[in-house]
């Protein structure tokens, strides 16, 4: 696995790392596969997730970095604070991608951009009710704002 993932990224201590990843995760839930093929198959595609995850989370820090380097030195948080704010973006950024495009795009209006939810719900055909914007399939997406406040984003995000 740590072959593959050192091809996949181009370097050897990230692979490292992720083949470690890789292993934890098997450690705690053992997978039963019926043959060689099909062990190799699986491992191939969590090898492929662990990248995808990998080249996000680059993203992401890259992000924060340049919105760090933007801002003014005087409000720049702590290493720790700093790690805390990725760990969460990834955490936003996974959950997003659980959700349809449009209902996920929506939710980002509305958060980054302030756009109130029936001004979104009549640009994009969604029906609403309530604090709640429904798109295809029912998706929904509800934000509880007074959970944002004084969080790791506050200051940072919209």
């Known amino acids: 696995m740590q072959q593959l993932l050192s ?9 490292a790392d992720l083949a ?7 450690m705690k839930t053992p997978r039963h ?11 191939s595609r969590m090898a492929k997730g662990l990248c995808v995850d990998h080249w996000r989370r680059q993203d992401i820090e ?4 340049q919105a760090l380097a933007a801002s003014a030195e005087a409000h720049l948080p702590s290493a720790e604070h700093q790690q805390i704010v990725i760990e969460t973006l990834c ?14 795009s929506a939710f980002l209006a509305s958060q980054l ?3 109130p939810y029936r ?20 998706a ?12 790791p984003l506050n200051g940072f995000c919209g």
């Open 62 to 65: 890259r992000a924060w970095q």
């Open 91 to 104: 955490e936003i950024d996974r959950m997003l991608a659980r959700l349809p495009e449009k209902v996920a």
């Open 7 to 15: 091809q996949r990224l181009g370097c050897s201590e990230s692979a």
């Open 119 to 138: 001004q979104i719900a009549e640009e994009w055909g969604f029906r609403t009710h309530g604090q709640k914007i429904y798109g295809p399939g029912h």
């Open 33 to 43: 596969l019926d043959s060689f093929e099909g062990a190799r198959a699986y491992l």
């Open 140 to 151: 929904a997406v509800r934000v509880d704002r007074s959970r944002l406040r004084g969080g």
């Open 20 to 26: 470690q990843d890789a292993f934890v995760r098997l």
């Open 113 to 115: 951009h302030g756009k």
